[in-house]
């Protein structure tokens, strides 16, 4: 069974930094890209960044680029999003999510359409 489990969130001041992690286990982490994704109650749900399988490639939305990394670390089977300089507006679920199909597309690693199996969320929570 696949699954994906965030964890890390939790309430911080603005400026401040935060790692989220995301477990994946049910299939062979090297062959899928893994999404981070999050969203507010009442808006639509962001594509932040992902990452394809074995590295090759990552992408950020424009809004978190050079706040927002993400890294991976195979022998965990874990994927990284570390935010740094967090902002009130970073406020959001955070959601790491799963393609449907072994391989990457740069045109729809951002698009939520992409991604078949999402994990539970993570909240973030930036006061000011």
């Known amino acids: 069974e696949v699954q994906l489990v965030e964890s890390g969130g939790g309430l911080v001041q603005a400026g401040e930094s935060l790692t989220l992690s995301c477990l994946a286990s049910g299939f062979t982490f090297d062959d899928y890209p893994i999404g981070w994704f999050r969203q507010v109650p009442g808006k639509q749900r962001e594509g932040i960044a992902c990452?394809?399988?074995?590295?090759?490639?990552?992408y950020y939305t424009d809004s978190v680029k050079g706040r927002f990394t993400v890294s991976s670390d195979s022998a965990k089977s874990t994927v990284y999003l570390q935010i740094s300089s967090l902002k009130p507006e970073d406020t959001a679920v955070y959601y790491c999510?799963?393609?449907?199909?072994?391989?990457?597309?740069?045109?729809?690693?951002?698009?939520?359409?992409?991604?078949?199996?999402w994990g539970q969320g993570t909240q973030v929570t930036v006061s000011s």
């Open positions: 999510a799963r393609t449907y199909m072994p391989y990457f597309r740069a045109d729809y690693c951002l698009s939520g359409i992409w991604y078949d199996y």
């Open positions: 990452i394809s399988n074995r590295d090759t490639a990552i």
